[in-house]
C-alpha cells in the first residue's frame, strides 16, 4: 500500500484510485514479440510491471542432450534471430574450449566481421523498432536501408539471410567469397555517415528527448545486482565489455571504445547503441585491414571435416566427413562455461559434458530473459506509454527470452 | 581433486583469491574443488550458501557482484542429486567463479535471491525444469511451462516428445 500512496502522490496530495490490472500482448505491436506484460495501474502510473514469458517456449536445452554436438549449431540460429552469427559463435566457441580447440588467425578474423556486422544489423533493428514505437516512422525506413546491406553481406557469405549457421566447430563453414571484402569496405566507409543521419532524426528531436530522458532510470548498482549485462548496462556507466575486459578471438588486437552512458535512462541506452554502431564499423575496418591470408578451418581431423574440395575429389576424406557427420565426435569429460559481449548482452553457454558424442546438459545464458527482470524496476511509478520505451530500450528477442 | 593439482593448473593470484581464501574461511563447508579449462569449481555445503555467497559478494578482494545464471543439472544416475550451479563474475578484478550444491529429489535449497535480486527469473527457471525448491524466493512459480503442467521437461526421465495427452498425440504414454 505505501508504494501506491507514494506513486500516485501529486504534490503532497495521495490520490488512490482503483486499481487497474491491464494485460499488455502477448499480441502487441510494441512488445517486440510475444511477451505478456500484466500491468497493475492506479490511474496513468505503473504499480508493478510483471513479465510473462514462455509462449515461445521449444525447449531447446533438452533438444541439445539429444543431437551431436554439431548438430545443435543451426538450433542457435533461432535463440536471437536478430544476431544469428554470434549466437553460433558463442555455442562453438563453448565446444572449441571444452575439446581445448584452437582455430587459425584468419577464421578468428573472419568470426570477428560477422559478428560485427551482426551487431551493427541487430542495434539497426533496435534503434528502427525503437523509434517505430515512439512515433518516429521515418528511422525504420533508414536502418533498413542499412540492414539491407549487411544481409546482402551475409547472402554472398553463406547463401541465407536470417539463419546462418555459418560458424561451425573449428572454424567457419567457408572462406570469404570473391568481392566481399570490397562489399564490405564500401559498406564500413559509408556507414558512420548514415549514423550521423540517423541522429539527425532523432537525437536533438524535442519528442525523442522527452519520451526518453528521464524515463526507465535504472543506477549503476541496480543495474548490476539485476544482472543487466550489455549496451543497457552500459547506458547506466558501468563500462563492462567483455571484448575488452576479457578479450576473446582477437579483439584485443583493435583499437575501439566501450561507450557508457551517465544517468541510466532510456535515452543513454540509445545513444550507448548508436556509438557501439561507430565502433562495430570501426572495428571491422581494422579488421579487414588485419586480416591474414591461410586457412579458416582448424586442422584436426578429429573434430573437423576435410576441405570442402577434398570432400568432392577423395574417397576417404568423404568417408571421414561422412563419419564425423553421422557419428559425431567424442568429447572429454567436464564442464565449461564460455561468453561472448552479443549485441544484447552477455550470451553464455554452459556445456556439461560426460564422455560420449552428445551434450550432457546445456544451458545458455541468454542476455534477453535476464534483462527482462529489469523492466518492473525501470517502470515502476512511471507513465504507461513510458512502458513502451523502456521494453525498447531493453530490445528483448523472444527467440531468445523464450529459448 | 589434490591441493597441489589446483595449485599446478592455475595462477598464482587466481589460486590464493579464488580457492585459498575461501577455503580458509569455510574449510568444513567446501566438499570439493576442481578446475577445468582453467574454471574453478566450489562444491559447498546447502546449508552454507547464502553466507558463502554473501562473503563472496561484500569482501572488497573478491567482489562477486554480478549474478550470471542460476541452473540446474540432473546428475541422479551418477551422483544420486541434482546439482545447483552459481555463475559469479567480478567485474573489476574479471574473473569468473562456479559454486554448486548438490540436493536430493524433494529437498529444497536456500534461495540467493535476497544476495543478488537477478537470481529471481534463473532460480524460477530451474524450479520450472527441475521442479528443485528453492526456500524464500519471492515468487516461485513456473517461468515457461503453463502454471498447471506435470511434470518437469529437463529432468533426465522426461521424455523428448512429452507425455501423450489430448494435445500431443505423438507424445509417451504415461506408466
Known amino acids: 500500500m505505501e508504494d501506491i500512496v507514494s506513486i500516485a502522490s501529486n504534490n503532497g496530495e495521495d490520490i488512490i484510485t482503483k486499481e487497474v490490472t491491464l494485460n499488455m500482448g502477448p499480441q502487441h505491436p510494441s512488445t517486440h514479440g510475444v511477451m505478456h506484460l500484466v500491468l497493475r495501474m ?34 542457435t540460429d533461432r535463440l536471437d534471430y536478430l544476431s544469428s552469427m554470434t549466437n553460433n559463435l558463442s555455442y562453438v566457441m563453448a565446444v572449441e574450449k571444452l575439446i581445448g580447440l584452437d582455430i587459425p588467425e584468419r577464421g578468428k578474423y573472419i568470426r570477428v566481421i560477422t559478428s560485427e556486422l551482426s551487431r551493427i544489423s541487430s542495434h539497426l533493428l533496435a534503434v528502427g523498432a525503437w523509434g517505430l514505437d515512439l512515433g518516429a516512422v521515418t528511422l525504420v525506413l533508414y536502418a533498413f536501408r542499412e540492414r539491407e546491406m549487411i544481409l546482402d553481406l551475409f547472402e554472398m557469405l553463406c547463401g541465407a539471410r536470417l539463419t546462418y549457421n555459418y560458424m561451425k566447430i573449428g572454424g567457419v563453414r567457408g572462406d570469404l567469397p570473391s568481392g566481399f ?24 528531436n524535442r519528442i525523442w528527448l522527452q519520451r526518453n530522458k528521464g524515463v526507465g532510470v535504472i543506477s549503476a548498482e541496480d543495474a548490476v545486482d539485476l544482472g543487466l549485462t550489455g549496451p543497457s548496462l552500459r547506458g547506466s556507466g558501468v563500462k563492462w565489455d567483455i571484448r575488452k575486459d576479457t578479450p576473446y578471438l582477437v579483439y584485443d588486437r583493435f583499437d575501439f571504445k566501450v561507450p557508457a552512458g551517465g544517468n541510466g535512462d532510456c535515452f543513454d541506452r540509445y545513444m550507448v547503441r548508436v556509438e557501439e554502431m561507430r565502433q562495430a564499423s570501426r572495428i571491422i575496418a581494422q579488421a579487414l585491414e588485419q586480416m591474414p591470408e591461410g586457412p579458416v578451418n582448424a586442422d584436426v581431423p578429429e573434430f573437423v571435416s576435410p576441405p570442402r574440395r577434398d570432400i568432392t575429389t577423395n574417397m576417404e576424406a568423404l568417408i571421414h566427413h561422412f563419419k564425423l557427420i553421422s557419428h559425431g565426435f567424442k568429447v572429454p569429460k567436464g564442464e565449461v562455461y564460455s561468453s561472448i559481449e552479443a549485441p544484447k548482452g552477455e550470451l553464455g553457454f ?34 504507461f506509454a513510458d512502458v513502451v520505451a523502456v521494453i525498447s530500450s531493453l530490445d528483448p528477442v523472444f527467440g531468445e527470452v523464450d529459448k | 581433486m589434490e591441493e597441489k593439482d589446483i595449485e599446478k593448473e592455475l595462477p598464482a593470484p587466481h589460486y590464493s583469491l579464488l580457492v585459498k581464501k575461501i577455503k580458509d574461511r569455510f574449510g568444513g563447508a567446501i566438499l570439493e574443488t576442481t578446475v577445468f579449462r582453467g574454471e574453478v569449481t566450489h562444491v559447498v555445503e546447502k546449508g552454507a550458501l547464502v553466507e558463502i555467497c554473501r562473503f563472496l559478494k561484500q569482501e572488497p578482494d573478491l567482489q562477486f557482484k554480478f549474478l550470471s545464471d542460476v541452473l540446474g543439472v540432473d546428475c541422479r544416475k551418477s551422483l544420486a542429486c541434482f546439482e545447483v550451479v552459481y555463475h559469479l563474475y567480478s567485474i573489476p578484478n574479471k574473473n569468473r567463479l562456479r559454486i554448486k550444491v548438490r540436493v536430493r529429489e524433494n529437498e529444497a535449497v536456500p534461495s540467493v535471491t535476497p544476495v543478488w535480486r537477478s537470481a529471481d527469473f534463473a532460480e524460477r527457471e530451474t524450479f520450472d525444469m527441475f521442479g528443485i525448491v528453492f526456500n524464500g524466493h519471492p515468487n516461485l512459480k513456473r517461468i515457461y511451462m503453463p502454471l498447471d503442467w506435470e511434470g518437469y521437461p529437463l529432468r533426465k526421465d522426461y521424455p523428448l516428445t512429452g507425455y501423450k495427452d489430448q494435445y500431443n498425440p505423438f507424445g509417451v504414454e504415461k506408466v
Open chain 1, 42 to 75: 492506479q490511474g496513468e502510473k505503473i504499480v508493478k510491471a510483471e513479465p510473462d514469458i514462455g509462449f515461445l517456449h521449444r525447449g531447446m536445452e533438452k533438444i541439445a542432450e539429444n543431437l551431436l554436438y554439431s548438430q545443435f549449431v543451426p538450433y
Open chain 1, 181 to 204: 571484402k570490397e562489399k564490405c569496405r564500401d559498406f564500413v566507409q559509408i556507414f558512420p555517415k548514415r549514423v550521423d543521419e540517423y541522429e539527425q532524426l532523432l537525437t536533438g
Open chain 1, 350 to 383: 554452459y556445456i556439461v559434458s560426460d564422455g560420449s558424442e552428445r551434450p550432457f546438459r546445456v544451458k545458455i545464458r541468454a542476455p534477453s530473459f535476464v534483462n527482462l527482470q529489469s523492466v518492473d524496476p525501470m517502470s515502476r511509478g512511471a507513465y
